[in-house]
């Protein structure tokens, strides 16, 4: 059994940045791709942005581009989603997942099979 939780979640300023974090448990973690997503109230989860089992390939959702950069550590067993100049309408909860190594085109949240719990971020002043 996968086991996947994220952390780095808080209050944040609009232009502020945060880090989340997400560690996998298993064996799978270095051939997997992970992937980030996120649900504000009332709305459908989102993709967020997802990255290949090396690194080597990365998504990001236009809403993001730009501003968040998702990474890996494949060492640590740990995937990162660096949030720079953060606005209110990125507040959500935030959900990391992982699946096997599949088109980085493909960003459906069907397509991963394992999900973390969620870290909630909000941008306010």
């Known amino acids: 059994q996968v086991q996947v939780v994220e952390s780095g979640g808080g209050l944040v300023q609009p232009g502020g940045s945060l880090r989340l974090s997400c560690t996998a448990s298993?064996?799978?973690?270095?051939?997997?791709?992970m992937g980030w997503y996120r649900q504000a109230p009332g709305k459908e989860r989102e993709f967020v942005a997802q990255?290949?089992?090396?690194?080597?390939?990365?998504n990001y959702a236009d809403s993001v581009k730009g501003r968040f950069t998702i990474s890996r550590d494949n060492a640590k067993n740990t995937a990162y989603l660096q949030m720079n100049s953060l606005k209110p309408e990125d507040t959500a909860v935030y959900y990391c997942?992982?699946?096997?190594?599949?088109?980085?085109?493909?960003?459906?949240?069907?397509?991963?099979?394992?999900w973390g719990q969620g870290t909630q971020v909000t941008v306010s002043s």
């Open positions: 298993g064996s799978i973690f270095s051939i997997s791709d």
């Open positions: 997942a992982s699946r096997r190594p599949s088109a980085v085109f493909i960003t459906s949240p069907g397509s991963y099979n394992y």
């Open positions: 990255i290949s089992t090396s690194g080597g390939s990365t």
